[in-house]
């Protein structure tokens, strides 16, 4: 039995897509067939089984291209297992302690009815896009706090639960 996982991702610089990318590789590895695309790049999501929905975080909010992707298709997301992620911490607290939800995510959890969030310490060095970011890594509060370790056990969370869910249902 195939099942078709959607990894869509909105990334200002690149830091968020490679989480979403080792997310891919990582239920790739547990037998799913992913689909790693930009948030902004989805026309449908009919085809898929599930989806995996992350954004970086500035000034305390997803990226647009992320809510406008739950916003076009949440009826669909409401039908199938979903789980989100954000990055963005620029220090180690995404790793030592559950970072609160910002106000949008939790909108968006309220309309879909997701399996769950995940937030992941974010990315942000001195080549990064923007003056706001230029200004933040040249105060010295720049740098890489992705773990993409962490990142990898919480796909195969995923995946378990999607086995459970899916799989699992399917043959009873």
């Not at 999501?45 to 076009?72: C, H, I, N, Q």
């Not at 003056?131 to 969370?157: H, L, N, Y």
Request: with cysteine; proline share 2%.
């Amino acid at each position: 039995m195939t099942i078709k996982v959607l990894i869509a991702y909105a990334s200002k610089n690149g830091s968020t897509e490679e989480l979403a990318r080792t997310v891919a590789r990582t239920l790739d590895k547990e037998g799913f067939v992913t689909d790693l695309r930009p948030a902004a790049d989805v026309l449908d999501t009919e085809m898929y089984d599930a989806v995996v929905l992350g954004s970086a975080l500035y000034t305390g909010r997803w990226l647009k291209d992320a809510r406008r992707f739950a916003a076009r298709h949440r009826t669909a997301l409401a039908a199938r297992p979903v789980w989100l992620f954000s990055s963005g911490p620029l220090d180690a607290t995404a790793n030592e302690r559950d970072i609160p939800l910002v106000a949008g995510v939790r909108r968006i959890q309220a309309r879909i009815d997701d399996r769950g969030h995940a937030t992941f310490g974010g990315c942000l060095t001195a080549d990064a896009e923007g003056r706001m970011a230029r200004m933040i890594v040249d105060s010295g509060k720049g740098g890489d706090f992705r773990d993409f370790a962490a990142t990898a056990a919480w796909a195969r969370e995923i995946a378990a639960d999607l086995y459970r869910l899916l799989v699992v249902a399917r043959e009873d």
